[in-house]
């Protein structure tokens, strides 16, 4: 069975800093998704960044950014110039390419931005 | 916009009595899941299905049954709330390869119950 792991539950970052969140998976497949997602008060779930396993190059989206090590099994998530906006619950998530295409989820790394 | 709404927003209800939760999708995605958060868990799989009437377990399906009578319409039932069910519930629907811009889940935006 898959699983996916964010040993950080808390991190802080100081305003226009930048942060790197981490997350490990463990999967025997070689055909899966990981995606990055962001939880705001709101608590509204919003995708942040997704990569392919397939691609070796590391997705990026603005200030987001990734960096993919599949033998590693490691899949973390940049945040450039961070931004009070940014302060959210943020979940890494596998999801294979196969079968029922179910997300498994980390349990979250609580991220503050401070002024 | 997002074409996933999940009702009721809130909910309190006592310990032994039956809820359920639904969910509705506009968008005719196959896939549709239930999940809960809960702090320190991150959001974990309840229920899911992959058609009409096509449903199956998760990783914590105890105390939950669903059904899904319409492509549009997955509901969440419990059949006897627990405070143990306290949680964050959301809906999410998908589909299993990617068109356009549909990338990764869609999720609606979560129920809170409270069981007291």
């Not at chain 1, 691609?55 to 993919?68: G, I």
Request: include cysteine; aromatic fraction near 12%.
């Amino acid at each position: 069975a898959q699983t996916v792991t964010q040993s950080q539950p808390e991190m802080s970052v100081q305003e226009a800093e930048t942060v790197t969140l981490s997350c490990t998976y463990d999967t025997s497949e070689s055909d899966y998704y990981l995606f990055w997602y962001k939880q705001p008060p709101s608590r509204q779930m919003i995708l942040v960044i997704r990569q392919e396993a397939y691609k070796q190059q590391n997705a990026t989206e603005n200030r987001f950014s990734v960096n993919f090590q599949k033998a590693a099994k490691s899949f973390s998530l940049k945040i450039s110039d961070s931004q009070l906006g940014d302060a959210a619950m943020y979940f890494c998530a596998y999801r294979s390419n196969s079968g029922t295409y179910k997300y498994i989820f980390g349990t979250g790394t609580r991220l503050k931005v401070l002024a | 916009d997002a074409g996933i709404t999940q009702s009721p927003r809130h909910k309190v209800t006592e310990t032994g009595t039956p809820v359920t939760l639904r969910c509705h999708q506009t968008e005719n995605h196959r896939y549709m899941y239930w999940y809960r958060q809960d702090p320190g868990h991150g959001l974990r799989l309840i229920h899911y299905s992959y058609g009409v009437k096509d449903t199956d377990k998760g990783e914590v399906s105890d105390g939950y049954s669903v059904s899904r009578s319409k492509t549009e319409d997955f509901l969440l039932t419990l059949e006897s709330a627990t405070s143990s069910q306290t949680s964050v519930y959301f809906c999410a629907i998908s589909e299993p390869l990617w068109t356009g811009d549909s990338y990764g889940y869609t999720f609606g935006s979560g129920t809170r119950l409270t069981v007291v």
